[in-house]
């Protein structure tokens, strides 16, 4: 982890590569969480939220890129799923981020993206 100008810490390729295992891990989770839900969702009698499609919708982090001065955000895992706006967030959203920032990026955030 390197800080920025502003004195902001920000992640580098090396701590990407370092943290591949974890990010790995969160997003197969976060999948599984989402389709946990929905099934529940389903189960009570209720309908798979095909909502708005929104673009994305992701979980970032400060990056500090080769020969950059500047950290910006990095997307490390996109949303699951496709159609339905609502679908991951909430509880799963809430656990994967609980998940990467106990396991060591607690600079981790949710972006939702645009709405289409």
Not at 5 to 21: F, G, V
Not at 71 to 95: F, T
């Amino acid at each position: 982890m390197k800080f920025d100008k502003n004195h902001q810490p920000c992640l580098t390729d090396e701590d990407l590569e370092r943290y591949r295992w974890l990010i790995d891990a969160a997003t197969s989770l976060w999948a599984f969480l989402v389709k946990e839900a929905a099934d529940a969702r389903v189960a009570q009698g209720g309908q798979r939220d095909i909502g708005s499609v929104v673009l994305g919708a992701r979980i970032e982090v400060p990056y500090l890129g080769p020969r950059k001065r500047i950290g910006k955000p990095r997307k490390i895992i996109s949303a699951p799923g496709g159609q339905g706006c609502g679908c991951w967030e909430g509880k799963p959203l809430q656990a994967v981020l609980g998940f990467l920032q106990e396991h060591g990026l607690p600079s981790a955030r949710y972006n939702p993206g645009v709405m289409d």
